[in-house]
């Protein structure tokens, strides 16, 4: 079964919805909930992870503000972000937080005749088009990026997230590193006040939009893009390159982050140097509380993510995320060891 056909993902969900509503009667499921950007892998390896051990997991695709707001509520045992909290915040809510994946944040469109990566835009350009000033497909602006490309003479229909958004949060982070008009505009957040557009719900949402939406634009974790066949474009990063989103082009932009250095794995991954780096890039997170008032829930929710770690590199790439590096996997472990501690001050999970 696929998650990512539209009927197959709304079921998918609301069955997610269902079983977290009866989860005091299977003690053994894990509850979470929150960003849509890892949805996609937290489903695959949950499918996987209840085959092996027999204990499920019910995750709430709802967006990363209401990961936030549910793990700080204490709703569910993790809440998921891609938008990772500063380490003040995190002290102030008693909360720890570590990576689990790293992916791509990718405009797609919706143009006949167009094929995936046969658009280019740059920065300044994107941001443009998403403040309202650009609003036609063979604008001069584009025009000069694509001189080889037979343009539509569309008007443009903007699509962005209506809920808060990690992925909004990389998408807008990026706007504003590139275009000093988005900055101090709109800014960098999980929710927007958007200067034009249409808002879709999770990544789902947007991708469905743009789908059935001729002439639009929109940006979506590129699990989605890829699983829904969206026509994507290609970005010029940092360094002046064209380059498509891949894997690779992720792990570019990943390269370079020394972790250790990382307070609380607080790590931005948008308009990173390097030829090959995807500029839109980004890792998303988890977050469990230091102190848990259900220490069993939230071992039982780390054991989840060790075995992740250990065994679902495979399941992540054929989704085109990225792996996160064996180094760095020692040190999430070694911080819960070290942060996530039971009544009796143990570890509720101990680093391996």
Same mark, same amino acid.
């Given at each position: 079964?696929?998650?990512?056909?539209? =009927?197959?993902?709304?079921?998918?969900?609301?069955?997610?919805?269902?079983?977290?509503?009866?989860?005091?009667?299977?003690?053994?499921? /894990?509850?979470?909930?929150?960003?849509?950007?890892?949805?996609?892998?937290?489903?695959?390896?949950?499918?996987?992870?209840?085959? $092996?051990?027999?204990?499920?997991?019910?995750?709430?695709?709802?967006?990363?503000? =209401?990961? #936030?707001?549910? /793990?700080? &509520?204490? !709703?569910?045992?993790?809440?998921? +972000?891609?938008?990772?909290?500063?380490?003040?915040?995190?002290?102030?809510?008693?909360?720890?937080?570590?990576?689990?994946?790293?992916?791509?944040?990718?405009?797609?469109?919706?143009?006949?005749?167009?094929? %995936?990566?046969?658009?280019?835009?740059?920065?300044?350009?994107?941001? *443009? /088009?998403?403040?309202?000033?650009?609003?036609?497909?063979?604008?001069?602006?584009?025009?000069?990026?694509?001189?080889?490309? @037979?343009?539509?003479?569309?008007?443009?229909?903007?699509?962005?997230? +209506?809920?808060? +958004?990690?992925?909004?949060?990389?998408?807008?982070?990026?706007?504003?590193?590139?275009?000093?008009?988005?900055?101090?505009?709109?800014?960098?957040?999980?929710?927007?006040?958007?200067?034009?557009?249409?808002?879709?719900?999770?990544?789902?949402?947007?991708?469905?939009?743009?789908?059935?939406?001729?002439?639009?634009?929109?940006?979506? $974790?590129?699990?989605?893009?890829?699983?829904?066949?969206?026509?994507? #474009?290609?970005?010029?990063?940092? $360094?002046?390159?064209?380059?498509?989103?891949?894997?690779?082009?992720?792990?570019?932009?990943?390269?370079?982050?020394?972790?250790?250095?990382?307070?609380?794995?607080?790590? #931005?991954?948008?308009?990173?140097?390097?030829?090959?780096?995807?500029? #839109?890039?980004?890792?998303?997170? /988890?977050?469990?509380?230091?102190?848990?008032?259900?220490?069993?829930?939230?071992?039982?929710?780390?054991?989840?993510?060790?075995?992740?770690? @250990?065994?679902?590199?495979?399941?992540?790439?054929?989704?085109?995320?990225?792996?996160?590096?064996?180094?760095?996997? !020692?040190?999430?472990?070694?911080?819960? &060891?070290?942060?996530?501690?039971?009544?009796?001050? *143990? %570890?509720?999970?101990? &680093?391996?």
């Amino acid at each position: 079964m696929s998650f990512f056909n539209r =009927g197959g993902l709304m079921a998918a969900l609301a069955g997610a919805l269902a079983l977290s509503a009866g989860s005091v009667a299977h003690a053994a499921d /894990i509850s979470g909930a929150g960003a849509t950007f890892p949805y996609p892998i937290y489903a695959k390896w949950a499918d996987a992870y209840k085959k $092996e051990t027999g204990n499920g997991l019910n995750y709430q695709s709802i967006g990363s503000g =209401g990961g #936030i707001k549910q /793990i700080k &509520a204490k !709703t569910v045992t993790f809440g998921a +972000s891609d938008m990772p909290l500063k380490p003040e915040e995190l002290k102030e809510a008693g909360l720890t937080q570590f990576p689990t994946v790293m992916g791509g944040v990718v405009p797609v469109v919706n143009l006949e005749g167009i094929a %995936p990566g046969q658009i280019t835009l740059d920065g300044p350009t994107l941001a *443009k /088009i998403f403040l309202g000033e650009i609003t036609s497909w063979d604008d001069a602006a584009i025009k000069a990026l694509n001189p080889d490309v @037979k343009l539509p003479s569309d008007a443009i229909a903007v699509v962005h997230r +209506s809920d808060g +958004s990690g992925t909004t949060f990389i998408y807008s982070n990026y706007l504003a590193q590139v275009s000093p008009d988005w900055k101090a505009k709109v800014g960098t957040n999980t929710s927007l006040e958007w200067p034009t557009g249409i808002g879709a719900k999770g990544n789902e949402g947007v991708a469905a939009n743009v789908a059935q939406t001729a002439g639009s634009i929109g940006y979506v $974790e590129y699990a989605y893009a890829k699983q829904n066949k969206l026509t994507f #474009i290609k970005l010029v990063n940092a $360094e002046g390159e064209a380059v498509e989103p891949t894997a690779e082009a992720f792990q570019a932009a990943a390269g370079g982050v020394d972790w250790t250095k990382a307070e609380d794995f607080y790590v #931005i991954l948008t308009n990173e140097p390097g030829a090959k780096s995807w500029p #839109i890039a980004g890792a998303t997170f /988890i977050l469990v509380y230091k102190k848990p008032d259900d220490a069993a829930a939230t071992g039982e929710a780390l054991k989840f993510f060790d075995w992740a770690y @250990k065994n679902g590199d495979a399941m992540a790439t054929d989704l085109a995320y990225v792996p996160l590096p064996d180094d760095l996997v !020692t040190l999430i472990e070694a911080s819960w &060891a070290k942060n996530v501690l039971g009544a009796d001050g *143990k %570890p509720v999970l101990a &680093a391996k």
